[in-house]
Structure formats: C-alpha cells, structure tokens
C-alpha cells in the first residue's frame, strides 16, 4: 500500500489569523430549528452546541434517537440551515456561497448508518468509487483507475470487486464501500453516523478496527455519531453526550466513562448490555430509571454545582479536571453531583 | 446439537424432557429455491422449548436463526419458495405440512411473534387500536366493543400511556420504542402460548432496548408464555434467558444454560461471538 496518497490533495485552505493549533473543526453555538408544522410549534433540535475536534482525532456524539445527534452532524456538513459558527480547516462554512461551499465538500464527507440505502444499486462499485473523483477532480481522469484500486486496498476489498453491484455485498463489505467512497476525495473530516449499528457484533468489530487504522495512516478525523456507548469507546479519544439537543456533557472517554457527571450519561452507561448473564439479570430486575429529564425542574436558584446563574451570569456548563464538562440543566429533583457515581 | 454435547441445564431450569416441550423440532431443514438455485439454510437442527421457558438463539446474519424462527411458524421468505423437512411438533401436534389456512389459526393464536422492525410490521393506514381489535375479532370471535376494551388492557399492559387514546393513533404518531411496544401488544393480544422474537430490539436506542426487555420479561411472568429470542448479540441474550442455542450456517454448533455458555463457551465460533460484544471497559479501581 503507497502511502502517499493522502497528502496528494492536502492543501490547506489559508485564513488570515488562522493558528496550527485549530483543530480541523470547531463548532460554536450551533443551533437547528425545525420550523412550526401544523399542531405543533417550532422545535429547537440542536440548541447552543460547542464542539472542538483536533486533527487525527475522534469525537464521539451519543443520545437517543431524537436527541439531535445527527442533525448535529448535518449541519455541521452544511446539509441543514442552521445558525451558530461552523468553521472546517480555520474556513467559517455558514453563510458560504454554493460554489464556494461546493470546494469545501471534499474536505468533509460522511458515512451513513445503512451500506442497503447509501449505495446506488444500479451502480458497479468503481462507478460509485469513481463518481466523487469525477466530481471534486482531485485526480486526473487517467488516474481515475489507479485511485479506485488504490482505494479499495485500502478498505481491504480485493481489486476483483470493482466491476459488482451492492446487492453482491455482505452488510460489512457495503460499509466498506461506503468508507472508500467517503475516503476518495481524500477528506480532512468524515461523519460517521451510526455507520456499525445495523451490523453483527462481529462485523461491527472489523469496521471499527478499520476506521481506527485508517484515521491512523491518513490522518482523517471523525465525529463518529453513536447510540451505542460501548462502540464509541473503542474508536473515540473524546465523548460528547446529547439529550435534548443539548451537549450535557463532554471530556476524555476515559473519564467520562469512569467518572460520569451528569445523570444522562449515568443512564446511557447502564443500559448498555453486558455479556454476563448474572450482571444482566441483575440489572433487567432492577427498578427502570426514569430517563425522561426533560420534566426535571429548572433549578431555582443554586444550581446543582453550586452556582446561581440568575445572578451572577455564569454559564450552565461546569468545567472540571482535564477539559471534562457537563452541564447543570437536566438534573432530576434530589440528584447530586456525586449521587451519579452510585 | 452437538453429537454427545454432556453440557446439563444449570440451578432450576426446566426439564428437557420431551414431555415437558411445548416445541419439539427434530431434523428440520430449510432449503430456498429460486432462480434454479437450492440453497441449504438449515441443515437438520433438534431443539425444544419447554413450557414458561426462555431460550435464545444466537448467530449471525445467514446462521439460520431467522429461518428457524419462521419455519416454526410456518411463514415462507419473500420471492422465493422454500422446501422445509424434518418435524416441527407443537404442543404434540405436527406443524410441517398443515395448509396455510391451519397455520394461520396457529400463528397470532398460539404463536405470537415481534419482529425487529417495528415500522414495517405495523400497517400504516391502520390505527393501532383496529390492528388489535382485528387479531381478537379474527382469532377469538370477539365482539367489536369488547374487543377494543381488551386493546385498551393490552395497551395498558405493555406501558403506553392514555391507552384509551392513543388506541386512536396511526403507527407514525408512535416513537420507534413505543411502535414495538404495540407489536408485543398484539403479538400477545391472544395469550399465545409461545412468544417468537427476532431481534426485537436491534434498531432500538440502548435505554428503549432495556425497556422492551424487562417488558418480555414481565409479559412472560404474568402470561405465563414460552419465549423464543432470536438475535446476534449476546448482550442481549445474558439476562433474558435459560438456555441458548448457537446456530452457524444452518447448524446448531452449542447449546446448553445460558450461564454454561458466556462462561465456559465450547466452540471458537461462540467465543468469537461473546467476545465481539462491544462493552464498556474501565480501568482498574473505579
């Protein structure tokens, strides 16, 4: 495998200003509003989120389904108006001309939950590989060929596939497409949404370990977006927790899985089956914890950090050891800071 | 079966003793045809379920888990015909080879079933509550009127609230969890002896997926039903069941207690699956 394909097309858009260490995105006050539709009024489904991720590395973004994690990753990729700050390789991409925005694509890419629905299925696999170079033309046509072995190398298909259609492809082996099409431009960021979900504990397994050796060897960085917590920690470096279109909590995987928060994330890790029978059982017997907090009071008064943001204008989100943060809104009644470790 | 597998039910799980079986399957095979094709999915398997007993069969995608399942109920895959051999016995009565009227008496009656997505199994022009009012009217001879007041118990039963209005509503105005709710709801409308679930939780969030598993188990301990739980991860399989099969294309490779399995696995297969299991690990001392 030649390496040197990534740095082929990697040249970095330049911004007056622009420092080595931004990270490759940085999102600020992110916010999607889906407009009134009839009986029901406007909903805020991504509200005030930050999000920094760093060159080569992986942002995990967990909820449930409704928490606005992958309106998140859409507007981030400019898919959804949103408002708010979203700025790829030191680049503000809202408010970017279509064209302008259009440049920008290669640099960001995605791969979606389902390889079924996301690969045309009256396309061979190297007119599918080929399309993205055709489009963004970072290699010359006559190198059309060479890039889509090259590519289908690197996500551990053999070259003889290049003339089959999907249907002709385990679930596995279609995810894998989809990770050389999102690949081929040679991107500087990818969302992954979900993109192991729908496949066998095994197979999840291999996409994973791939995605992992592939961010090493090109240096591409994630926000893999996941319900599930167990697969987001053996791909991401850091964890951002969603409920309610809101960021309630994010640090290191490490920590926020060891020393968790907010009651959210409490909640996420427990539910989160474990291969022992015993434990299982244990915890299926066990009272459901309430996990609508949507209901939770808004604290009058003292947060549960101790703070009075009413008076004295400080923000919801508390920072504590090693850039772990978690946020006071959503905290049921009665529920301590320290209560969460039980 | 393994050949010789010693491998006994562990504490107090129910007898395999073929008196006690409510299923009994012996020898099935499943062959598709189509396109001039014959393709084996299952090659002769053997198992039981007792009565009020939990079982889970695990594997992967193409193992035959699924097919498993619905050869028991005698449902046939879609655009294609397949050729079934063997013995499925059923609360002593043969199964192979009943017509589909006979098997649609059985299904819904005495076999309830949930399968994994809970949109497509739910019709859409429907509401919820004529979908159930329909299986007891059909299956038990109801009246309408108290047909809907059983869907409001049932409703009731498997948690939504305001059953009596939400028995109104159409699929789509039901989350993905609360859609699968309504399936168990009607797949035990009829108290049927033997609850059939094939990855009942796999699109679900992890919190949604808790729910609906301490929902089945609930469900089995009021109706008193057998369980069949299909699916490929044994995170799932741990705390819901008493025995476990293992298929792997088209074969039971290990069964035996659900705790003798995750423990002490036989089979690399096995192991392979239980150790795939993604899970969250903590550094020592936490």
Same mark, same amino acid.
């Given at each position: 495998?030649?390496?040197?394909?990534?740095?082929?097309?990697?040249?970095?858009?330049?911004?007056?200003?622009?420092?080595?260490?931004?990270?490759?995105?940085?999102?600020?006050?992110?916010?999607?509003?889906?407009?009134?539709?009839?009986?029901?009024?406007?909903?805020?489904?991504?509200?005030?989120?930050?999000?920094?991720?760093?060159?080569?590395?992986?942002?995990? *973004?967990?909820?449930?389904?409704?928490?606005?994690?992958?309106?998140?990753?859409?507007? %981030?990729?400019?898919?959804?108006?949103?408002?708010?700050?979203?700025?790829? *390789?030191?680049?503000?991409?809202?408010?970017?001309?279509?064209?302008?925005?259009?440049?920008?694509?290669?640099?960001?890419?995605?791969?979606?939950?389902?390889?079924?629905?996301? *690969?045309?299925?009256?396309?061979?696999?190297?007119?599918?590989?080929?399309?993205?170079?055709?489009?963004?033309?970072?290699?010359?046509?006559?190198? %059309?060929?060479?890039?889509?072995?090259?590519?289908?190398?690197?996500?551990?298909?053999?070259?003889?596939?290049?003339?089959?259609?999907?249907?002709?492809?385990?679930?596995?082996?279609?995810?894998?497409?989809? %990770?050389?099409?999102?690949?081929?431009?040679?991107?500087?960021?990818?969302?992954?949404?979900?993109?192991?979900?729908? *496949?066998?504990?095994?197979?999840?397994?291999?996409?994973?370990?791939?995605?992992?050796?592939?961010?090493?060897?090109?240096?591409?960085?994630?926000?893999? %977006?996941?319900?599930?917590?167990?697969?987001?920690?053996?791909?991401?470096?850091?964890?951002?927790?969603?409920?309610?279109?809101?960021?309630?909590?994010?640090?290191?995987?490490?920590?926020?899985?060891?020393?968790?928060?907010?009651?959210?994330?409490?909640?996420?890790?427990?539910?989160?089956?474990?291969?022992?029978?015993?434990?299982?059982?244990?915890?299926?017997?066990?009272?459901?914890?309430?996990?609508?907090?949507?209901?939770?009071?808004?604290?009058?008064?003292?947060?549960?950090?101790?703070?009075?943001?009413?008076?004295?204008?400080?923000?919801? =989100?508390?920072?504590?050891?090693?850039?772990?943060?978690?946020?006071?809104?959503? =905290?049921?009644?009665?529920?301590?800071?320290?209560?969460?470790?039980? | 079966?393994?050949?010789?597998?010693?491998?006994?039910?562990?504490?107090?799980?129910?007898?395999?003793?073929?008196?006690?079986?409510?299923?009994?399957?012996?020898?099935?095979?499943?062959?598709?045809?189509?396109?001039?094709?014959?393709?084996?999915?299952?090659?002769? #398997?053997?198992?039981?379920?007792?009565?009020?007993?939990?079982?889970?069969?695990?594997?992967?995608?193409?193992?035959?888990?699924?097919? !498993?399942?619905?050869?028991?109920?005698?449902?046939?895959?879609?655009?294609?015909?397949?050729?079934?051999?063997?013995?499925?016995?059923?609360?002593?009565?043969?199964?192979?080879?009943?017509?589909?009227? @006979?098997?649609?008496?059985?299904?819904?009656?005495?076999?309830?079933?949930?399968? @994994?997505?809970?949109?497509?199994?739910?019709?859409?022009?429907?509401?919820?509550?004529?979908?159930?009012?329909?299986?007891?009217?059909?299956?038990?001879?109801?009246?309408?009127?108290?047909?809907?007041?059983?869907?409001?118990?049932?409703?009731?039963?498997?948690?939504?609230?305001?059953?009596? @209005?939400?028995?109104?509503?159409?699929?789509?105005?039901?989350?993905?969890?609360?859609?699968?709710?309504?399936?168990?709801?009607?797949?035990?409308?009829?108290?049927?002896?033997?609850?059939?679930?094939?990855?009942?939780?796999?699109?679900?969030?992890?919190?949604?997926?808790? @729910?609906?598993?301490?929902?089945?188990?609930?469900?089995?301990?009021?109706?008193?039903?057998?369980?069949?739980?299909? !699916?490929?991860?044994?995170?799932?399989?741990?705390?819901?069941?008493?025995?476990?099969?293992?298929?792997?294309?088209?074969?039971?490779?290990?069964?035996?207690?659900?705790?003798? #399995?995750?423990?002490?696995?036989?089979?690399?297969? !096995?192991?392979?699956?239980?150790?795939?299991?993604?899970?969250?690990?903590?550094?020592?001392?936490?």
């Amino acid at each position: 495998m030649s390496v040197p394909i990534s740095q082929q097309h990697r040249v970095p858009p330049v911004e007056a200003g622009q420092s080595d260490s931004e990270p490759v995105l940085m999102v600020r006050d992110l916010g999607v509003t889906f407009p009134a539709r009839r009986g029901h009024s406007a909903v805020a489904a991504v509200d005030v989120v930050d999000l920094d991720i760093p060159a080569g590395t992986t942002l995990g *973004l967990v909820g449930e389904s409704g928490s606005g994690k992958t309106t998140t990753g859409r507007a %981030i990729l400019q898919l959804l108006p949103s408002s708010g700050s979203v700025r790829l *390789l030191g680049r503000e991409l809202g408010g970017m001309r279509p064209g302008e925005l259009r440049g920008m694509r290669r640099h960001m890419q995605f791969v979606l939950q389902n390889p079924y629905s996301s *690969l045309h299925p009256r396309m061979t696999v190297e007119g599918i590989l080929a399309e993205p170079l055709r489009v963004h033309r970072t290699v010359p046509a006559s190198g %059309i060929d060479a890039r889509v072995d090259e590519l289908l190398d690197l996500v551990g298909l053999d070259a003889e596939v290049r003339r089959r259609y999907p249907h002709e492809f385990s679930g596995g082996q279609r995810q894998r497409i989809v %990770i050389a099409r999102a690949l081929a431009v040679d991107p500087d960021f990818v969302v992954c949404d979900e993109p192991v979900s729908a *496949l066998d504990v095994r197979i999840q397994a291999q996409i994973v370990e791939l995605l992992t050796s592939l961010q090493q060897r090109l240096g591409v960085s994630y926000l893999f %977006i996941a319900h599930d917590l167990a697969v987001v920690q053996q791909i991401a470096d850091r964890v951002a927790v969603m409920y309610a279109g809101r960021i309630v909590e994010l640090g290191d995987v490490a920590d926020v899985y060891a020393r968790p928060r907010h009651p959210y994330t409490r909640i996420l890790l427990d539910a989160v089956p474990v291969p022992d029978p015993d434990v299982q059982r244990a915890r299926l017997a066990a009272p459901p914890v309430q996990a609508d907090l949507r209901s939770a009071p808004e604290p009058e008064g003292e947060c549960v950090f101790g703070r009075n943001h009413r008076e004295d204008g400080s923000p919801e =989100w508390h920072l504590f050891d090693g850039g772990h943060g978690a946020s006071c809104r959503y =905290w049921p009644a009665g529920v301590r800071p320290d209560d969460t470790r039980a | 079966m393994m050949s010789g597998d010693p491998v006994l039910p562990k504490d107090d799980a129910p007898v395999e003793g073929e008196a006690a079986a409510l299923l009994r399957v012996r020898g099935l095979t499943a062959t598709f045809e189509g396109h001039g094709h014959r393709v084996p999915a299952l090659r002769g #398997i053997d198992f039981e379920v007792g009565r009020a007993e939990s079982v889970g069969f695990v594997g992967e995608s193409g193992s035959g888990k699924s097919v !498993t399942a619905r050869s028991v109920l005698g449902l046939e895959p879609e655009g294609s015909t397949i050729e079934r051999t063997g013995s499925v016995l059923f609360n002593g009565r043969e199964l192979l080879g009943l017509s589909d009227k @006979q098997m649609q008496d059985i299904r819904g009656r005495q076999v309830g079933m949930v399968f @994994q997505d809970p949109m497509t199994s739910l019709n859409p022009v429907l509401t919820i509550g004529d979908q159930i009012d329909d299986m007891l009217r059909r299956h038990r001879g109801w009246s309408r009127r108290a047909a809907r007041s059983r869907t409001v118990e049932l409703l009731d039963l498997v948690g939504i609230r305001e059953p009596a @209005q939400r028995a109104n509503d159409h699929p789509h105005q039901f989350s993905g969890g609360m859609r699968q709710r309504v399936l168990i709801a009607v797949a035990v409308s009829c108290e049927p002896e033997l609850l059939i679930a094939d990855e009942p939780t796999t699109a679900l969030d992890v919190t949604v997926q808790a @729910q609906i598993l301490r929902l089945l188990i609930r469900l089995r301990e009021e109706l008193g039903m057998s369980l069949m739980l299909i !699916t490929h991860d044994f995170g799932v399989i741990a705390g819901m069941v008493d025995r476990v099969y293992v298929m792997y294309r088209g074969e039971v490779v290990e069964s035996g207690s659900v705790d003798a #399995i995750m423990h002490s696995p036989r089979e690399d297969y !096995t192991k392979a699956l239980i150790q795939a299991v993604p899970r969250i690990e903590l550094p020592e001392g936490t």
